[in-house]
């Protein structure tokens, strides 16, 4: 890649307003956190209780959680 450099993309992004619109995305992403969080029904697992499917079980629960280590040991080896 011999294109411009992150700090330079992220200017640019900021110069057009696409930065507003990423912000927005994520701020909507994190709304049924914050409901919860208001709430008082917080319990840090990250659970926002859709699950459409019916596909949420305990043993489901673990191999999300050991995926996610994985994930992170091997971003972690990676850097």
Known sequence: YTGEK????????VKVGAAWQVLLF???L???F?????????????DYGFDPLSLK???RAVTE?????LGMIAF???M
């Open 34 to 46: 914050i409901q919860k969080a208001v709430d008082g029904t917080l319990d840090g697992t990250g």
């Open 26 to 28: 994520l701020f909507a």
């Open 30 to 32: 994190e709304i049924p």
């Open 65 to 69: 959680i050991k995926n996610g280590r």
């Open 6 to 13: 992150v700090w330079a993309l992220h200017d640019k992004l």
């Open 57 to 59: 079980s305990d043993r």
């Open 76 to 78: 972690g080896g990676m």
